[in-house]
């Protein structure tokens, strides 16, 4: 009798133990991204859900294959795209998955993967100094730059939920002692500044120790990581830590003030480090935060591409990034499972072809197979800027919300902190996934390490920053802001009006006033689409500089295609070459052809992938048309040899540039037979301009006009207006209105 009451009150002692001990989560481990109920619902499901049996079929390969090369965890020696770097990022990827496998399968390989591979990290950890490469103004240990230690501790902490359950306590004990919380420790308390900073680096660095903390029970680092560490350096005014991050990096549309393609990246921490709050933490209702901000960041980046999905290239982005990335993947099925009214998602995740192995994922597979995905829908729409939409805006003009459509972009936003370019109310412009006017993007081949170790090459400073590298006015050949980050960040664009109601014209204004000493720019933006001689859309570009002083005008058009043709004679250079100047970006430009403008009109029309586009000009007399190409001072080889055309307006203050952009015409490849090559609009020109309205007037072959009229000191709905102009008068109501 004596040894069944010993032994019940030591089993009485180990349950209360353990219940003082257990997470937030009643389950016990996992409970970041999976949980045990989860577990259960996808080993009873999946194999009736083809897009989930098919993700989990593929994990297993994966995994699989890298395990058969054994346990390699290098001395770290290489920048990024070495062989170090890559192994010690694939190690990360299979640790996680192994351990997802794990739960599924039970099979001990994957545990013991998980679990070998931990020890071996936890072996070298305490011996490791800084990473030989010194090129990040925050080095790491594992990797060149902190921000790629946070990413490798995000998938860690992971991998370790899935086995820490299965482990000894000695190992445990290991891992986590000479491994986890000092690596973690590293990222926050022992470099305060960049894990308290209001960037994407700070978001991750919060995500991998907020999720650590939740793996191996651990308040204070989940506390240090919503909250930011005390002894560091913080803006008083905004705090720092996970929740200030969504507080100061999202505008209230969902705009990440860095751009769609940093955006895409940093949904990452964010959608996976929210999952694990609300696994762990349901009482701070995160997808709930914020009027539902991340639901809306999602939803924003989704937007924010071409419909191929694609994302707008602005800042420091590179093209090929698009919504099948596995940030975007994560993020859609996370977003849906919060709200599963948003059945538009699920066509975009039915392209993605694949889901996360999580009740998230689950949830999408299950929809999928009920039929229940709508399709998604671009949509014209303004995207603020700013924590409180109050520094500048985005804006989207599409022609319509399917595949094969027009799409104008104009950013009049913030600067985007360092990854951002010099490039206010520049202009880019789509046709269906097309690229027809565009912005360069970055100056960078990600983890090829013959550039530079995957860095930024010497010529995104040079080059892809620089003003001259966008479709936007350039003054005296000089960057905007003097190319100075800290100034630009001080100011923001000026939103003036949008309105995209009228499908047959929608239209977008924007003002700069600080881009150059006293001058005040004002650039307006119109898609126009009604009438017969409309064979696609046309975008007519309104920028009016007011000037107290004579300047140096330049408006380049970089666009992509073959040149076809030109209504004015020019002067190519045919034998040599010389770059079109000596810095600003200038350098980079080789001068291919030149042409005094005539004083009405400036025509040229190129071919892209069997469409035809024409850019009309308006000219004065004095005018220049400069063709150029891209790839001067380039001894690496490392740009793109992309054309551009440039209008340059000498010696002129207060002036207005009207452009226009015609979609019209076939090139058919296999029939050859072509179609409306020359283009339906005949010529641009300017009515009236005064300080309070700016008239342009399309002329038509057909001898119909169109004539938009804009308000330049008033933005009111409501207001009405009259002008005369010429011997006709104009009344019209709002800051803008287009008369036939």
Known sequence: MRLIIVLFVSILITLLNYSCDKPANSEGKPSLILTGQVVNAIKAEYKGLPMLEASINELISVVNSDIEKGILVPVPKDPAGGYTHNRHKQNYLTMKGAGVLWQLTGEEKYKLYVRDVLLKYAEMYPELGMHPVQKSYAPGKLFWQSLNEAVWLVYVSQAYDCVVDDLSSQEKEIIENKLLIPYADFLSVETPKVFNRVHNHGVWAAAAVGMTG???????????????????????????????QLDQLFSPDGYYTEGPYYQRYALMPYMLFAQAINNNKP?????????????????????????EGRFFPFNDALKSMSYMATELVHAVDIVYAADPSQKELLSIAKEQNTVIISDAGLAVARALKNAEAKPFVWESKEFTDGP??????????????????????????????????????TIQLYDGGKEILQDYGAARYVNVEYKHGGRYLPENKTWAKQTIAHNTLVVDEKTQFNGKLKTASLTSAEPWFFNADNPNVKVMSAKENYAYDGMNVQRTVALIQDGEEIEHSIVLDVLKV??????????????????????????????????????????????????????????????????????????????????????????????????????RRKNAASTVLVSAIEVHGSKHPVTEVVENLRGNLESVETLCDNDNYTVVQMNFTSGNKRVLVVCNTENDQLKEHQIDCGEKQYKWQGPYALFQ
Not at 390 to 415: F, H, N, T
């Open 546 to 647: 007011k000037a107290d002083s004579k300047h140096n005008y330049d408006l380049p058009f970089h666009y992509l295609g073959q040149f076809m043709d030109s209504n004015i004679d020019y002067e190519a250079s045919t034998e040599s070459k010389s770059a079109l100047g000596n810095d600003q970006g200038y350098q980079h430009l080789w001068l291919e052809g030149k042409a005094s403008a005539s004083d009405k009109l400036n025509k040229m029309v190129w071919l892209n992938d069997g469409r035809f586009y024409s850019i009309l000009n308006e000219t004065q007399k004095g005018d220049e048309i400069l063709y150029t190409r891209l790839g001067a001072n380039d001894p690496e080889f490392s740009l793109r040899n992309e054309p551009s055309i440039i209008v």
């Open 388 to 425: 409180k939409g109050q520094q500048g805006a985005v804006g989207v003009l599409r022609s319509g919300s399917g595949k094969d459509e027009q799409c104008v972009i104009m950013k009049y936003a913030s600067q985007g902190m360092g990854h951002g370019h010099f490039d206010r109310l």
């Open 214 to 244: 939740f793996a191996i029970d651990n308040e204070e680092m989940v506390q240090r990581a919503l909250y930011g560490v005390e002894t560091g350096p913080k803006d008083e005014e905004v705090g720092a830590g996970f929740l200030t």
């Open 283 to 307: 009482e701070l209702k995160i997808f709930e935060y914020r009027d539902e901000i991340l639901k809306k960041a999602v939803l924003a980046t989704l937007q924010l591409t071409n419909t």
